[in-house]
């Protein structure tokens, strides 16, 4: 057994390497990602800071969090912050929140001409919040409605390709991911991603792969799987099981943005580095806390920092004895001197290879507008406007997809 195979969970001991080419770079209109590995936009956490820090371990498409169309459009100036990239980011990618056409063509003619590389659109977000309204994951229900939104945005889009990514659908009774994945195929999208779960589910249960599959069978777009993917050989796994065109990478790489390191490894046929062990953790944590200061200013970006912080420290001994002081940590020396007081040479723990970070949840029934399910025919987009459309009160309530 390699060094490396002695740090992964036994179902992956055994999972081969890429062969040479075995998998193909995934091409996303002229935009090719090799490997074909994406970051999945994830509110609250993927903005540009950890994106640049998992840039740093691997080739990949990194997305950022769902942007709200209405707050970006209105110049909320959160939203045009979280929207916003640095030279450098390359290729740069953004996924637009919205629900009205006009907004989706116009939001993704302004990226366009601000110099993004690839727009992806979220039709995932089982937020009660947002689902009552119309909003999020409602959206595949009505495939007319659908229809426009890919329309307006491949139409904004121009020559950057333009993705959607959605859910299995509202529950096992109404599932929309075939009528999605058609839907955008027939619209002109670039791909469709899959997290292979319904809104219903949240982020519970197992995510079921054979949906990516059966999605895969279906359309000859690209299609990215989501779900689930923990370690590197879970997604070479994903890829020959369901025959999937590349993955994208959820909760696993929180706290362990070197996943995009051992990635970008496996697909090249190579055995990973050894993960890091809590002294090197704590040096990336220090690269991490500085970018995100240096992105949101010291206040706001050390409060951003505090969730990183008991993230990258899960599973290791003691941790939860510091995370009472890490949690409200104010400077990056407070947080490196809680770190010291554990054991730095401690290798990482295998506990914490598949444990979940950023979202658990339980199942839940999903919340659609009184009498939605009568009108499915309808095209009008939802009044979505009791939601705020400022980045504050949509991350802290819509986050998710
Ligand atoms: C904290 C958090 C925020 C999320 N925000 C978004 C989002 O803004 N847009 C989106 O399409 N999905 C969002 N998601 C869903 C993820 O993109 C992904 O589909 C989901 O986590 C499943 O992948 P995983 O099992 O690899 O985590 C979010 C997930 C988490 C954990």
Partial sequence: MTAFRAHVSPENRAVPLAAAGEFAPLQLGGLKVDPPVVLAPMAGVTNYPFRSVCREFGAGLYVSEMISARGYLNGHRLTRLLASSQPGERPRSVQIYATDPKDVSEMARSLVDSGVDHLDMNFGCPVPKVTRHGGGSA????????????????????????????????????????????????????????????????????????????????????????????????????????????????????????????LAAVFAGREPDVPPNLRRVVAIMEDHARRLIDFFGPEVGMRQMRKWCSWYTKGFRNSSVVRESLVRVASIEDMLAALRTLDLDEPFPMAALRAPRGKTGRQNSVALPHGYLATLDDDTPPDESAIGDDAESFEGSLSGG
């Avoid at 659908?169 to 779960?197: M, S, V, W």
């Avoid at 249960?205 to 999605?215: N, R, Y």
């Avoid at 690209?222 to 890829?239: H, K, Q, T």
Wanted: proline share 3%.
């Fill in 139 to 262: 959206i595949p229900l009505k495939k007319k409605l659908l229809a426009k939104i890919v329309a307006a945005g491949v139409a904004g889009a121009g020559a950057v390709p333009f993705t959607i990514k959605v859910r299995k659908g509202i529950d096992d009774e109404l599932l929309t991911f075939l009528d999605a994945g058609r839907i955008a195929q027939e619209e002109g999208a670039a791909a469709i991603g899959l997290h292979a779960r319904t809104a219903a589910q949240l982020y519970s249960g197992e995510a079921d792969w054979s949906a990516i599959a059966a999605l895969k069978s279906s359309v000859s777009i690209p299609v990215l799987g989501n779900g689930d993917i923990w370690e590197s050989f879970d997604a070479l796994r994903m890829m020959r099981t369901t025959g999937c065109d590349g993955v994208i990478v959820g909760r696993g790489c929180l706290g362990r943005p070197w996943l995009f390191a051992e």
